[in-house]
């Protein structure tokens, strides 16, 4: 259970990130919200490294979030 939550949270990145680079250059805020309230889960069963990781998925949210503005 504890992988399936860290790769959803993963996996909610990236579609973040891809969709920002996409056809239309934008990615919604429902996708960010997403993707945030998807590492929040991952935080609660995951291991010290897995933290670290989730924490960099969040900081990489957050760059991508400000080029948009």
Do not use: P, W
């Not at 969709?19 to 919604?28: H, Y």
């Not at 945030?36 to 949210?61: D, F, G, P, R, V």
């Amino acid at each position: 259970m504890e992988k399936n939550l860290f790769q959803n949270a993963r996996e909610a990145v990236n579609r973040f990130t891809q969709k920002r680079g996409g056809q239309n250059g934008q990615a919604s805020q429902h996708d960010m919200q997403a993707a945030k309230q998807a590492i929040q889960a991952a935080y609660s069963s995951c291991s010290q490294q897995e933290k670290q990781q989730l924490q960099q998925l969040e900081q990489e949210i957050e760059a991508h979030h400000n080029n948009l503005q």
